[in-house]
Structure formats: structure tokens, C-alpha cells
């Protein structure tokens, strides 16, 4: 399930609270609502939703965290990748098929890169057959003098970054949240929403504030499902970048 449509569930279910919550305050003895019990059930609830709360912002903080973390691993691939064309374009004209050679792999490469993510990165990692023929050759250069010598050595220090950066975000688990944590998550939403409406008469405009109310709840759990996933949904890295590192030779 998507996390718009989760998110749309988890709405319709706090929706749903808040119509459990009316339905009991028709339904009980008036002895039961009365302000003891009002005071104890709130006190309850508050505890709930402080803990609720509390877990909210760790995901989302988590979530951020985990996103920031591949966004800038991708920036710096693509950083890398112009920095060894420009080592390349200095060494001179016996680099230029590995320039040209560059340019025709960045877009198979992001292709793979997100297609891989969009997997979850469930298989075995493979290597680039076209990165690693690109990395031989930049071995197989034959400098002439020290400042070649010095371009080739971080040329191939740059390559070799490329690849580690790659598999490092390779195996950079998206921060999905599991089923079970969010169930958890919308069960104390739903009791919490149910107060709300037990002890108040349901009136519209007591209903359009709670609906509000919930609404940002359910975009919470959206933010922390879709920063979960950044190569998926709405909120994505964009591999444009990437793509447009290189301009025509």
C-alpha cells in the first residue's frame, strides 16, 4: 500500500474514533461521564498522547535523518563524477574515451541506481560492468610526466570513491516504519480521538476542528512514510543532477 493511501486509511480510522467516542456518550449511564470519571480518563489519554507524541517526532527525525543520508550520498556521487571528468579533461586527449565512455554510462547508471532502491535493495550487489571497464582504463593510462602521473592517481582514488559510495548506498536500508509499529501508532490515535468526542457534545464545529485535527496526524505519519522511502512517492531524490552532471565533450 502506498503511503497516501495509508495515510488516507489512518484518517478515516481517527474519523472513526471520533464517531466510537460519540456513539459511547449516548451509550453509557450519565453516572459513568461524570466529572471523576472525566478527570481519570483524561489523565489517561494524556499520558497516551504524550507517548504518542514523543514516538512522532523520533520517526519523523528518524525518517529525515535517513533521507538526508542518501540525498547527499547520491550529491556526492554525482560531485565525484564531475571531478573525474575535469582530472580527465586536464590529463589530456588519451583520456578522452574514457570522458565519452562517462558520459554514456550516467544514464544507466542512475536508471540501475533507482531501480535498485525502488527494490528495496533486496538482491546481491553487482558491479557495474561499464563502471569497472572505465576504472581498468583509467589504470591502463601511460603518463608521460609527474603532473599525468598525479591526475591518473586521483583519477583512480576518485573512481574507487564512486564505487564505495555506491555500495554504501546500496546497502542503506530505507527507514520504513514496520506494520506493526504503525497499527500501534492509529490505535492510540483512535483513543485518543474518542475522548475527544466522549465528554463534548458533537456539534460541526467541534467536528471540522477535530477533523483538522486529525488530518495532521495522518500528514504526520505521511512525512514519515514518504522520507522513508526516498527513491518512491511523492517526496524523491531527483536524479536529474546526476543525469546533467556531464555536458557534451
Known amino acids: 500500500m502506498s503511503s497516501l493511501a495509508l495515510s488516507c486509511l489512518i484518517f478515516a480510522l481517527t474519523l472513526c474514533g471520533i464517531g466510537v467516542g460519540t456513539l459511547l456518550r449516548r451509550a453509557l449511564p450519565e453516572h459513568h461521564l461524570s466529572k471523576d470519571s472525566q478527570d481519570a480518563i483524561r489523565l ?6 504524550t507517548i504518542a ?5 523520533l520517526l519523523i527525525a528518524a525518517a529525515k535523518s535517513s533521507f538526508d543520508t542518501q540525498n547527499n550520498q547520491v550529491k556526492q556521487i554525482t560531485a565525484d563524477i564531475i571531478l573525474l571528468d575535469g582530472l580527465l579533461a586536464q590529463y589530456g586527449p588519451e583520456a578522452r574515451p574514457i ?10 547508471f542512475a536508471d540501475r541506481l533507482w531501480r535498485e532502491k525502488k527494490a ?9 560492468a ?7 582504463e583509467i589504470q591502463n593510462l601511460s603518463p608521460q610526466n609527474d603532473l599525468q602521473r598525479s591526475l591518473q592517481a ?6 574507487t570513491d564512486l564505487a564505495q559510495t555506491r555500495l554504501l548506498l546500496f ?17 492510540w490515535l483512535v483513543i485518543i480521538f474518542a475522548s ?7 456539534n460541526v464545529t467541534v467536528f471540522t476542528v477535530l477533523s483538522l485535527f486529525a488530518l495532521s496526524a495522518s500528514c504526520a505519519l505521511f512525512l514519515i512514510l514518504e522520507l522513508g522511502q526516498p527513491f518512491t512517492g511523492l517526496t524523491t531524490i531527483s536524479s536529474t543532477p546526476l543525469r546533467n552532471a556531464l555536458g557534451p565533450l
Open 44 to 49: 489517561g489519554v494524556g499520558l497516551i498522547a
Open 120 to 128: 528495496n535493495a533486496t538482491g546481491s550487489f553487482e558491479f557495474s
Open 99 to 108: 570522458r565519452e565512455q562517462l558520459r554514456s554510462i550516467i544514464g544507466p
Open 196 to 202: 475527544f468526542s466522549l465528554f463534548s457534545e458533537l
Open 154 to 159: 586521483r583519477a583512480a582514488q576518485i573512481s
Open 53 to 57: 507524541a514523543l514516538v512522532l517526532g
Open 171 to 187: 546497502v542503506e536500508s530505507d527507514n520504513l516504519v514496520p506494520a506493526q509499529f504503525i497499527a500501534i501508532l492509529v490505535f
Open 130 to 136: 561499464a563502471g569497472e571497464k572505465a576504472y581498468l
